[in-house]
């Protein structure tokens, strides 16, 4: 979804979506998945942070939902300028197999998310604001506090495309680990 959040990561989500690289690069129909935290340091500066944002694709179905297949590229936008730093088209670097006519890995929204379109829409914002904190923490070489990073990780596993969830562990696996413990079944 691409309503406009009151968040610099929904903004920033948002945004990256209009920008001429996106334009080029991606189908029209593509989407995001929930960004995955990245702090670099930096040969002439201090660290930066940024924000790794898988691309999935997916088609509507009859009925309701979309069918969505695993990401097949990345963008790593600045979190300080919004500026596009990195773009990896996965079909290329193949992190993961992905036979040709591979059925999807799942239909969004999963069991987790029936919910009324406000009832998601609020857990989003939600997610994002707490995305927002820990990116400013990270920006302040900080940990959130136990409490937020507990709601942002229960926000996370709630709102996860389960299909899309061992992709974007591969992509970020540190962070997951973080927030949502250990891969089902490990690595």
């Known amino acids: 979804m691409t309503e406009q959040s009151s ?6 989500m948002h945004d990256v979506r ?15 998945a929930w960004p995955i935290p990245l702090r670099r340091g930096a040969a002439d500066g201090p660290a930066g942070v940024y924000l790794r944002l898988p691309v999935f694709g997916g088609a509507r179905v009859a009925g309701g939902g979309v069918d969505i297949h695993p990401p097949f590229a990345t963008l790593t936008v600045c979190w300080g300028t919004g500026r596009i730093v990195e773009y990896t088209d ?13 059925p999807p890995v799942g239909r969004f929204p999963g069991e987790a998310l029936r919910v009324s379109i406000g009832e998601y829409l609020r857990l989003r914002e939600r997610l994002l604001r707490r995305y927002d904190e820990l990116l400013d923490n990270m920006s302040r070489g900080r940990s959130l506090p136990t409490a937020t990073a507990q709601e942002f990780g229960s926000l ?5 495309e389960p299909g899309l969830e ?22």
Do not use: H
């Open 90 to 102: 996965l079909r290329f670097t193949r992190p993961w197999p992905v036979p040709a006519g591979a």
């Open 156 to 160: 996370l596993a709630r709102l996860i």
């Open 7 to 12: 968040t610099r990561t929904g903004r920033l």
């Open 166 to 187: 061992p992709y974007l562990r591969i992509l970020g696996p540190k962070f997951f680990d973080r927030f949502l413990g250990p891969a089902p079944g490990g690595r």
């Open 18 to 32: 209009r920008t001429p690289t996106f334009r080029q690069l991606l189908p029209m129909e593509s989407m995001l």
